[in-house]
Nanobody, 119 residues
Framework: DVQLVESGGGLVQPGGSLTLSCAASGFSFRSYAMGWVRQAPEKGIEWVSVIGGAGTTTYTADVKGRFTTSRDNYKNTVYLHMTSLKSEDTAMYYC?????????????RGQGTQVTVSS
C-alpha cells in the first residue's frame, strides 16, 4: 500500500523557519513527482510546490524564494524547507504523490502536518 507520512510541523513565529518531511513507501518513489499542498481553515486545497523524480522544482508565486522542496530518492523522503514564514502560511500541509509533474490530482496524499505561524 502507498503510504505518505508527513512530519515536522509546529508553531513558529513570523519570520521563522521550519522544515517538513514526508516519508514515502509502497511505490517506486523515484519514478513519481511529489507535490506539497496546503489547506488553511475553511479554504480549499492550495498547491505549493512540485519536485520531479530527477529534482526539477516549481513553486507557487506566494512561496517562491521562501520555500524550497528537495528529495532523497535513497531515503524515499521529500522535504519542504520553509523560511520567512508569514501568518498566511498557516495551514495543514500535505505531501502528495502526483501522476505527472503538472497533475492537480492530490488524492494520494498523507495525513498532513499542521503549521501555525503566530507570535
Amino acid at each position: 500500500d502507498v503510504q505518505l507520512v508527513e512530519s515536522g510541523g509546529g508553531l513558529v513565529q513570523p519570520g521563522g523557519s521550519l522544515t517538513l518531511s514526508c516519508a514515502a513507501s509502497g511505490f517506486s518513489f523515484r519514478s513519481y513527482a511529489m507535490g506539497w499542498v496546503r489547506q488553511a481553515p475553511e479554504k480549499g486545497i492550495e498547491w505549493v510546490s512540485v519536485i520531479g523524480g530527477a529534482g526539477t522544482t516549481t513553486y507557487t508565486a506566494d512561496v517562491k524564494g521562501r520555500f524550497t522542496t528537495s528529495r532523497d530518492n535513497y531515503k524515499n523522503t521529500v522535504y519542504l524547507h520553509m523560511t520567512s514564514l508569514k501568518s498566511e502560511d498557516t495551514a495543514m500541509y500535505y505531501c502528495a504523490r502526483l501522476p505527472t509533474y503538472w497533475s492537480t490530482d492530490y488524492s494520494t496524499r498523507g495525513q498532513g502536518t499542521q503549521v501555525t505561524v503566530s507570535s
